[in-house]
């Protein structure tokens, strides 16, 4: 089923969990559905229609009349979000609550969508704002059974065996059956032939809901992409230290707000309270009036250490924005608060609960 590739991250900014670290192995987990939940950060995987019936029925080749006949419509959506809804509800309120998991302000941080098509991307820290640990993913070689070398045992019973003029049927693997089957669904995107054109359009046709939420997904990838090759080329800004006198006031903030914010993508890696302990960040008490890289007995990155910075209202507000632009080099991989009020509301929170 499309789910198998599902991973799911256990954070650290409930009182049960521990942080995340790369040199522990996190709880990875294969849902048989996707749960909107703030406990899980998700890695799901999006099929093309013809893709997943292909896998799905074991069928290198696909024609009209087995799908109008014997393969169920949208199957990835109804199964994806199954747990999403209590009773049976269409494909387009399936489609929006999905396009909501994809790419809504309040999930597109804690979970991240790709087409089965594509390689995986190896940047995941960048999106999720912390190291991910993982598993050793390499596909193990194949030997050939015409070149590798046999067992004695087999080549004496190869011996005793009479030679037979008919070619032996080589027996594939269910993983090589299903490799060959996804090779053969890639190749069908691209391909020129127009019987097989005919048959990927029929399956797109017949299977809606599931079609557009491929292409959204694979759209809106292909928008992070760009938007993060347009922030790695533009030209780094770095700010010394200025007098707060000199700097304007940022917006006023929500300290609830904030709080909410700072549990659900900060707390993870830091930790606010007095006494608080360092974790993949350091401990933010009394970061309002204390330069960059003074926390005890943190390793902080040297670009972190040089930059000569006061925390303060200001310099927060527009480090929050964009940590790796604002100190470049610095080890700290969130990507950053791009609305004005959310970097205000953390702001705000943290002045009250770090001073």
């Given at each position: ?66 799908v109008r006949q014997e ?229 902080y990155s040297p670009a ?52």
């Amino acid at each position: 089923m499309p789910t198998k590739s599902d991973a799911r991250f256990l954070p650290s900014n409930v009182p049960k969990c521990t942080p995340c670290s790369t040199k522990k192995p996190v709880k990875i987990t294969n849902p048989p559905a996707y749960r909107n939940t703030t406990d899980l950060f998700t890695i799901g995987t999006v099929p093309h229609p013809y893709t997943l019936q292909s896998l799905n029925s074991q069928r290198a080749y696909l024609n009209l009349t087995w799908v109008r006949q014997e393969s169920q419509r949208d199957l990835w959506l109804e199964t994806v979000s199954n747990d999403l809804f209590k009773a049976k509800v269409s494909s387009s309120a399936r489609l929006l609550k999905f396009k909501e998991a994809v790419a809504a302000e309040q999930t597109r941080y804690s979970s991240i969508w790709l087409t089965v098509e594509r390689e995986t991307p190896r940047d995941l820290a960048w999106w999720f704002g912390f190291e991910l640990h993982h598993e050793n993913n390499a596909t193990p070689e194949v030997p050939d059974p015409k070149t590798a070398e046999k067992p004695k045992s087999q080549k004496r019973a190869d011996a005793d065996q009479l030679p037979t003029s008919e070619p032996q049927e080589e027996i594939m693997t269910d993983d090589e059956r299903e490799l060959q089957l996804l090779m053969k669904a890639r190749a069908m995107r691209k391909t020129k032939d127009k019987n097989e054109i005919r048959i990927r359009d029929a399956i797109e046709a017949w299977n809606l809901a599931d079609t557009e939420a491929w292409k959204f997904t694979k759209a809106f990838m292909a928008r992070f992409r760009v938007e993060r090759l347009k922030w790695e080329e533009e030209p780094v800004q770095h700010k010394s230290l200025i007098p707060t006198s000199q700097m304007a006031d940022i917006p006023p903030g929500n300290v609830e707000n904030g709080e909410k914010l700072f549990k659900a993508r900060c707390a993870q890696c830091h930790t606010a309270n007095k006494g608080g302990p360092n974790k993949q960040g350091p401990n933010l008490y009394g970061i309002f009036g204390r330069k960059t890289g003074q926390v005890p007995g943190y390793a902080y990155s040297p670009a972190n250490k040089d930059a000569n910075i006061v925390w303060g209202d200001r310099t927060l507000f527009d480090y929050l924005e964009n940590p790796k632009k604002y100190i470049p080099k610095t080890k700290m991989a969130f990507p950053g608060f791009k609305a004005e009020s959310d970097r205000s509301d953390v702001v705000a929170y943290l002045k009250e609960v770090t001073a």
